[in-house]
């Protein structure tokens, strides 16, 4: 309103918001306008208490902010403010946000401009415009503002009210101006009555030095980006940016009255942190603006000024054309140099410090853009007619022109790269080779590597070329060295590998290696290690060297030619039997040469393993001769048909195949075959293991008859194998027979113990008469006869004890008995007597005595019963006896104090009766004859023994017992002779003796007297009066003595085991063996023939 007041109100006329703004009806409001835009009121915040001269730096990733986030840089004491980066949202953002983005620009005739929200607050300061605003209006979606009035033109300003220049003058005053939709059109109407229609062309203001790209942005603001790592920098200086130049770490901004000189905080390549470091307030004109380490270049039309920072002149260049383009080139700080074109077709080299310029060339066309390459030897020039001509700047010969360009970069690594722009392509160039073109929009700007930056619209792009094509250009050349620097700058793992293969085969090794290396080939590189070896040692044949980078790449029949040709035709035939290929390799055989293929046709046999077919190989192997591989592989596939095939046709000399025939034969479960392999190589010993390995005793034993030498090869794994199976008695024979007697002994030994222990005494007993038995055996050896007699005759006592003790046990053991009262009565006597002092382990004297003691009473021997109870009382007695024999011992006292005269045992030597408790043990009271007991019913049994007369041999006894003479009549006479050591009983015979009287009988009734055993020793006259039946013979071997024993009552049968010699009533033994099926004391059946 006219009174400064603005009244909002909906679309029915309502108010809604009433502002009331300073001043009043002193500065009527003429003109307003709503933003367009609802993207643009961050860039008012907090900018209420900015000066106009404060420098704003925001650090950004996209372009337009979302979020600022104060921050202050000591800089000369600007205020910066640094911008995280945030991904725009179009979202609300509270609840206020619709209000904010509706933003009315005000214009009164208080000659200043306002922004206000749609709630009545004020956005930011008013802004001062020195003339009465008539008209106001947005321009380019409310990106700027349109302002006309009392100063007779339409001038441009920045959304935040920043004059920015003018758009038209008039004649009069401008009341209204409106710009046309989404286009850059704008039509004034003035006070006089005229329409003015201007466009408004924003041109683009920039700068750019290698990575580093500045440039406007909004008319007010300059971002600098980073074009390798894509960093922005948005820096705000809230006046129209008029010219921008880049170098180094420097960055110049002009503005209307001033040049701003900004430098990087750090050295670092990615510091994008810009501080102010000069000021020159002072208003220059000028068509270009270029920066320098200390130094600022203004260019006026024809003319160049180098200002130092703080605005003093220091040269002045004059040329004779206009500037039309103008670069650094680098140099040291101070001295650097500049590149110019003028428009006459001139182009110079000036130096900072230097007054004169250096007139490089002069072409015959403007020029309108220039770069010099790395090496400063070549330059590239644009002229106006879009011709990019490129100069040897030593020689100033043009080397080569290109049409369509607008611009042109030399690439800053590679020497001969460059890059030129026009007509919407890319093109690259390499050298004097063919332009590669590729479509792209804009203007080239910089080459750095594989990097084209390139300038479209406003925007700059860091575009990623692949080399690829310039390096196949030199590839095709065969320039191996260039077109490595080239894949330098960036080409794919294919290229790499492309160019390796190129220049393995151009013989570059150098190279071939480096561009292995890029692609990790390590094969590769092995080879060109290896060629580099060869070359060392002296080696220069090339066709050899390429024939072996033919062969690792696949040609393989180039490989051979080159082989062949450099003579090595043996390398050829090697590759192609490597390869399997072995119909090409026989092309390369010798001259029938048989070595030559006998390789070939193994090799192809290995080939056919390799491949599965181990049929097809054994052929081969068996006509090339490697039988070994053939057998190999028929036995790990298990072909015994081919196996023994093989092994028959073998001569018996080749004993490597045999024995590798004969073992696959063994391990096939093939025996036999084995058996007939290791005979026809004569080989007894291996087929006494085959026998062995695989149990085959019967052949084994029959091989062991025919060669005894093999003995002990074949009986002690068969003990061994008998012991295994628990089989150990036939694992002591077995030992035996083998001649490992410590074995044997050992074996039995062990079974004995464990029989011992486990209270098998009847196994104890048989196992100590098999002990007592081997000891005899090793008698028979001088050395140790007279230890192993000891032993002998230990053993056979304890075997005697253990097989008697067994009934007894089993009798306190087992409930019910199967042995009669008497034979446990003799036994119980018979042990009781034999006993040593020292009781046998296992044995209990209580048991024994127990048992007397119960069937002593039960058969009448009280007294016999009494004194067993006796010694029982000073014994330790098990629990479970204890009752029994407590009992026993009170009843024993009813009884009366004598034994029955049934029981008494009677000496039939001597005919005397002896007591039941014996002192001098199992022997006569009287003539001390020795007992002889049954080994069942343990009676005593009627037998005297008796020795030969000296000079009697055992065959001349058996000789005249066998004649069983008749006896005639004689008087005997019986001759007692005395000597020191001994008695001896003879009988004599006279001449004049009649009677027929039996010796024996005659000696059995004489009164013997003495207390030393006195033996019956007969003559040859008794031995022939004797019948064979009523003498037995103990046949013991070498190195004892047979024994004879004289039945006295032939009537009464005694049978006498062959092995083991115990005696026995016969009615008894053979109860016993139709029983056991064997001798119940040496278990010998009794189908076995005798010893």
Same mark, same amino acid.
């Given at each position: 309103?006219?009174?400064?007041?603005?009244?909002?109100?909906?679309?029915?006329? !309502?108010?809604?918001?009433?502002?009331?703004?300073?001043?009043?009806?002193?500065?009527?409001?003429w003109?307003?306008c709503?933003?367009?835009?609802?993207?643009?009121?961050?860039f008012?915040m907090?900018?209420?208490?900015?000066?106009?001269?404060?420098?704003?730096?925001?650090?950004?990733?996209? !372009?337009?902010?979302?979020?600022?986030?104060?921050?202050?840089?000591?800089s000369?004491?600007?205020?910066?403010?640094?911008?995280?980066?945030e991904?725009?949202d179009?979202?609300?953002?509270?609840?206020?946000?619709?209000?904010?983005?509706?933003?009315?620009?005000?214009?009164?005739?208080?000659?200043?401009?306002?922004?206000?929200?749609?709630?009545?607050?004020?956005?930011?300061?008013?802004?001062?415009?020195?003339?009465?605003?008539?008209?106001?209006?947005?321009?380019?979606?409310g990106?700027?503002?349109?302002?006309?009035?009392?100063?007779?033109?339409?001038?441009?300003?920045?959304?935040?009210?920043?004059?920015?220049?003018?758009?038209?003058?008039?004649?009069?005053?401008?009341?209204?101006?409106?710009?046309?939709?989404?286009?850059?059109?704008?039509?004034?109407?003035?006070?006089?009555?005229?329409?003015?229609?201007?466009?408004?062309?924003f041109?683009?203001?920039?700068?750019?030095?290698?990575?580093?790209?500045?440039y406007?942005?909004s008319?007010?603001?300059?971002?600098?980006?980073?074009?390798?790592?894509?960093?922005?920098?948005?820096i705000?200086?809230?006046?129209?940016?008029?010219?921008?130049?880049?170098?180094?770490?420097?960055?110049?901004?002009?503005?209307?009255?001033?040049?701003?000189?900004?430098?990087?905080?750090? +050295?670092?390549?990615s510091?994008?942190?810009?501080r102010?470091?000069?000021?020159?307030i002072?208003?220059?004109?000028?068509?270009?603006?270029? *920066?320098?380490?200390?130094?600022?270049?203004?260019?006026?039309?024809k003319?160049?000024?180098?200002?130092?920072?703080?605005?003093?002149?220091?040269?002045?260049?004059q040329?004779?054309?206009?500037?039309?383009?103008?670069?650094?080139?680098?140099?040291?700080?101070g001295?650097?140099?500049?590149?110019?074109?003028?428009?006459?077709?001139?182009?110079?080299?000036?130096? *900072?410090?230097?007054?004169?310029?250096?007139?490089?060339?002069?072409?015959?066309?403007? *020029?309108?853009?220039?770069?010099?390459?790395?090496?400063?030897?070549?330059?590239a020039?644009?002229?106006?007619?879009?011709?990019?001509?490129?100069?040897?700047?030593?020689?100033?010969?043009l080397?080569?022109? +290109?049409?369509?360009?607008?611009?042109?970069?030399?690439?800053?690594?590679?020497?001969?790269?460059?890059?030129?722009?026009?007509?919407?392509?890319?093109n690259?160039?390499?050298?004097?080779?063919? *332009?590669?073109?590729?479509?792209?929009?804009?203007?080239?700007?910089? &080459?750095?590597?594989?990097?084209?930056?390139?300038?479209?619209?406003?925007?700059?792009?860091?575009?990623?070329?692949?080399?690829?094509?310039?390096?196949?250009?030199?590839?095709?050349?065969?320039?191996?060295?260039?077109?490595?620097q080239?894949?330098?700058?960036?080409?794919?793992?294919?290229?790499?590998?492309?160019?390796?293969?190129?220049?393995?085969?151009?013989?570059?090794?150098?190279?071939?290696?480096?561009?292995?290396?890029?692609?990790?080939?390590?094969?590769?590189?092995?080879?060109?290690?290896?060629? +580099?070896?060869?070359k060392?040692?002296?080696?220069?044949?090339?066709?050899?060297?390429?024939?072996?980078?033919?062969?690792?790449?696949?040609?393989? $029949?180039?490989?051979?030619?080159?082989?062949?040709?450099?003579?090595?035709?043996?390398?050829?035939?090697?590759?192609?039997?490597?390869?399997?290929?072995?119909?090409?390799?026989k092309?390369?055989?010798?001259?029938?040469?048989p070595k030559? =293929?006998?390789?070939?046709?193994?090799?192809?046999?290995?080939?056919?393993?390799?491949?599965?077919?181990?049929?097809?190989?054994?052929?081969? &192997?068996?006509?090339?001769?490697?039988?070994?591989?053939?057998?190999?592989?028929?036995?790990?596939?298990?072909w015994?048909?081919?196996?023994?095939?093989i092994?028959?046709?073998?001569d018996?000399? !080749?004993?490597?195949?045999?024995?590798?025939?004969?073992?696959?034969?063994?391990?096939?479960?093939?025996?036999? &075959?084995?058996?007939?392999?290791?005979?026809?190589?004569?080989?007894?010993?291996?087929?006494?293991?085959?026998?062995?390995?695989?149990?085959?005793?019967?052949?084994?034993?029959?091989?062991?008859?025919?060669?005894?030498?093999?003995?002990?090869?074949?009986?002690?794994?068969?003990?061994?194998?008998?012991?295994?199976?628990?089989?150990?008695?036939?694992?002591?024979?077995?030992?035996?027979?083998?001649?490992?007697?410590?074995?044997?002994?050992?074996?039995?030994?062990?079974?004995?113990?464990?029989?011992?222990?486990?209270?098998?005494f009847?196994?104890?007993?048989?196992?100590?008469?098999?002990?007592?038995?081997?000891?005899?055996?090793?008698?028979?050896?001088?050395?140790?006869?007279?230890?192993?007699?000891?032993?002998?005759?230990?053993?056979?006592?304890?075997?005697?004890?253990?097989?008697?003790?067994?009934?007894?046990?089993?009798?306190?053991?087992?409930?019910?008995?199967?042995?009669?009262? !008497?034979?446990?009565?003799?036994?119980?006597?018979?042990?009781?007597?034999?006993l040593?002092?020292?009781?046998?382990?296992?044995?209990?004297?209580?048991?024994i005595?127990?048992?007397?003691?119960?069937?002593?009473?039960?058969?009448?021997?009280?007294?016999?019963?009494?004194?067993?109870?006796?010694?029982?009382?000073?014994?330790?007695?098990?629990?479970?006896?204890?009752?029994?024999i407590?009992?026993?011992?009170?009843?024993?006292?009813?009884?009366?104090? $004598?034994?029955?005269?049934?029981?008494?045992?009677?000496?039939?030597r001597?005919?005397?009766?002896?007591?039941?408790?014996n002192?001098?043990?199992n022997?006569?009271?009287?003539?001390?004859?020795?007992?002889?007991?049954?080994?069942?019913?343990?009676?005593?049994?009627?037998?005297?023994?008796? &020795?030969?007369?000296?000079?009697?041999?055992?065959?001349?006894?058996?000789?005249?017992?066998?004649?069983?003479?008749?006896?005639?009549?004689?008087?005997?006479?019986?001759? +007692?002779?005395?000597?020191?050591?001994?008695?001896?009983?003879?009988?004599?015979? =006279?001449?004049?003796?009649?009677?027929?009287?039996?010796?024996?009988?005659?000696?059995?009734?004489?009164?013997?007297?003495?207390?030393?055993?006195?033996?019956?020793?007969?003559?040859?006259?008794?031995?022939?009066?004797?019948?064979?039946?009523?003498?037995?013979?103990?046949?013991?071997?070498?190195?004892?003595?047979?024994?004879?024993?004289?039945?006295?009552?032939p009537?009464?049968?005694?049978?006498?085991?062959?092995?083991?010699?115990?005696?026995f009533?016969?009615?008894?033994?053979?109860?016993?063996?139709?029983?056991?099926?064997?001798?119940?004391?040496?278990?010998?059946?009794?189908?076995?023939?005798?010893?």
């Amino acid at each position: 309103m006219f009174n400064g007041i603005i009244s909002i109100r909906n679309k029915n006329g !309502e108010e809604k918001v009433k502002i009331e703004r300073p001043g009043g009806s002193l500065s009527p409001i003429w003109s307003i306008c709503w933003n367009p835009s609802s993207r643009w009121e961050s860039f008012w915040m907090n900018r209420e208490n900015e000066d106009a001269e404060d420098v704003i730096v925001n650090r950004y990733i996209q !372009e337009i902010p979302s979020t600022l986030k104060s921050a202050v840089y000591s800089s000369q004491g600007s205020e910066a403010e640094e911008e995280e980066p945030e991904e725009e949202d179009d979202s609300p953002r509270d609840d206020n946000l619709e209000e904010r983005n509706d933003i009315l620009a005000v214009a009164d005739w208080g000659q200043k401009v306002s922004f206000y929200q749609l709630s009545g607050k004020q956005i930011g300061k008013d802004r001062a415009l020195n003339f009465d605003p008539c008209c106001i209006s947005y321009f380019t979606k409310g990106e700027y503002i349109l302002l006309g009035g009392s100063d007779k033109q339409v001038s441009l300003f920045t959304k935040d009210g920043v004059r920015l220049g003018t758009v038209g003058e008039q004649n009069s005053w401008v009341w209204t101006c409106q710009a046309k939709p989404d286009s850059n059109y704008v039509v004034v109407g003035c006070q006089d009555g005229t329409i003015s229609f201007y466009q408004l062309i924003f041109s683009t203001v920039h700068g750019l030095y290698k990575d580093r790209y500045a440039y406007r942005d909004s008319m007010t603001d300059v971002i600098v980006q980073h074009l390798i790592t894509e960093q922005k920098v948005r820096i705000k200086c809230k006046e129209l940016v008029k010219k921008i130049a880049i170098y180094r770490n420097r960055l110049a901004i002009q503005l209307p009255e001033k040049i701003l000189i900004y430098e990087l905080y750090s +050295e670092d390549l990615s510091d994008m942190h810009y501080r102010v470091k000069e000021k020159i307030i002072k208003k220059f004109e000028c068509n270009l603006l270029v *920066v320098c380490a200390n130094h600022i270049i203004l260019c006026q039309e024809k003319r160049l000024q180098c200002l130092s920072f703080s605005g003093v002149k220091e040269r002045e260049w004059q040329m004779e054309s206009l500037i039309r383009y103008i670069k650094v080139i680098g140099g040291p700080p101070g001295r650097e140099g500049l590149l110019v074109g003028l428009k006459n077709g001139q182009i110079l080299k000036i130096f *900072v410090d230097n007054l004169f310029a250096i007139v490089l060339l002069k072409q015959a066309t403007a *020029v309108r853009c220039l770069d010099m390459s790395a090496s400063r030897k070549k330059l590239a020039v644009v002229d106006e007619n879009d011709t990019c001509l490129v100069y040897d700047i030593d020689t100033k010969e043009l080397l080569f022109q +290109e049409p369509n360009a607008n611009s042109v970069a030399w690439n800053t690594q590679c020497e001969d790269m460059l890059c030129f722009s026009g007509g919407g392509y890319l093109n690259i160039k390499a050298s004097t080779f063919p *332009v590669h073109r590729q479509k792209l929009q804009g203007f080239v700007v910089g &080459y750095n590597g594989s990097k084209i930056f390139c300038l479209h619209v406003f925007s700059i792009s860091a575009v990623e070329v692949p080399q690829s094509a310039p390096m196949y250009q030199y590839l095709d050349r065969k320039l191996f060295k260039e077109a490595y620097q080239i894949a330098c700058l960036g080409v794919t793992d294919t290229d790499w590998r492309e160019l390796a293969m190129e220049a393995l085969e151009g013989l570059d090794f150098e190279t071939a290696k480096k561009a292995f290396i890029r692609v990790q080939d390590l094969r590769y590189l092995e080879l060109i290690s290896s060629i +580099e070896e060869r070359k060392k040692r002296g080696e220069t044949n090339n066709d050899l060297f390429l024939a072996d980078v033919f062969s690792y790449q696949g040609k393989f $029949h180039e490989a051979a030619k080159l082989y062949k040709r450099s003579g090595h035709e043996n390398l050829a035939l090697e590759m192609y039997t490597d390869l399997c290929m072995f119909e090409y390799a026989k092309d390369f055989l010798g001259s029938g040469d048989p070595k030559e =293929t006998k390789m070939l046709i193994t090799k192809q046999a290995d080939w056919a393993r390799n491949i599965k077919e181990p049929k097809a190989a054994v052929e081969m &192997y068996i006509s090339a001769g490697e039988h070994v591989k053939a057998i190999e592989i028929c036995g790990d596939h298990g072909w015994v048909d081919m196996l023994i095939d093989i092994a028959r046709k073998l001569d018996k000399a !080749e004993r490597e195949p045999l024995l590798l025939c004969a073992t696959y034969l063994k391990k096939l479960d093939s025996p036999g &075959y084995a058996a007939e392999t290791y005979l026809k190589m004569g080989d007894l010993k291996s087929l006494v293991q085959l026998h062995v390995e695989t149990q085959r005793w019967d052949e084994a034993f029959a091989l062991g008859e025919k060669h005894p030498e093999f003995k002990d090869d074949i009986y002690m794994p068969y003990a061994q194998w008998l012991a295994e199976n628990d089989r150990f008695e036939e694992a002591q024979k077995a030992f035996h027979k083998a001649g490992r007697q410590r074995e044997a002994v050992q074996v039995l030994e062990q079974l004995t113990n464990n029989a011992v222990a486990e209270s098998r005494f009847n196994d104890a007993a048989y196992y100590y008469w098999m002990l007592s038995m081997q000891c005899l055996d090793i008698a028979q050896d001088p050395a140790q006869k007279d230890t192993m007699l000891g032993k002998f005759y230990h053993f056979q006592r304890l075997a005697e004890l253990y097989h008697g003790y067994h009934a007894i046990h089993r009798h306190t053991e087992d409930p019910f008995s199967v042995h009669r009262p !008497e034979t446990l009565f003799n036994i119980s006597r018979f042990l009781l007597h034999s006993l040593p002092k020292d009781t046998p382990s296992g044995i209990s004297k209580v048991k024994i005595l127990f048992t007397l003691a119960k069937q002593s009473k039960a058969l009448g021997a009280y007294r016999l019963a009494r004194h067993a109870y006796d010694k029982l009382r000073g014994l330790y007695i098990p629990a479970r006896f204890q009752k029994s024999i407590e009992l026993g011992t009170l009843t024993i006292r009813a009884k009366p104090f $004598h034994d029955s005269e049934e029981l008494v045992p009677l000496c039939y030597r001597c005919s005397t009766n002896n007591p039941l408790l014996n002192n001098l043990g199992n022997v006569c009271i009287n003539c001390r004859q020795p007992f002889i007991f049954s080994a069942s019913s343990y009676d005593v049994l009627h037998l005297v023994e008796f &020795y030969l007369e000296e000079g009697i041999t055992d065959e001349e006894a058996i000789s005249l017992i066998d004649l069983e003479v008749l006896r005639p009549k004689r008087d005997d006479r019986q001759l +007692e002779i005395a000597n020191n050591s001994s008695q001896i009983l003879r009988l004599v015979e =006279t001449k004049d003796s009649i009677g027929d009287e039996d010796p024996f009988t005659a000696k059995l009734s004489f009164e013997q007297g003495g207390s030393e055993f006195v033996p019956v020793v007969v003559s040859r006259l008794v031995l022939r009066s004797m019948s064979r039946r009523d003498v037995l013979i103990k046949r013991w071997p070498p190195p004892l003595r047979w024994q004879y024993f004289r039945s006295l009552l032939p009537d009464a049968s005694i049978t006498m085991c062959p092995s083991c010699f115990q005696m026995f009533h016969s009615e008894d033994y053979e109860l016993l063996v139709l029983q056991h099926g064997c001798c119940p004391y040496c278990r010998r059946c009794k189908d076995d023939p005798g010893p």
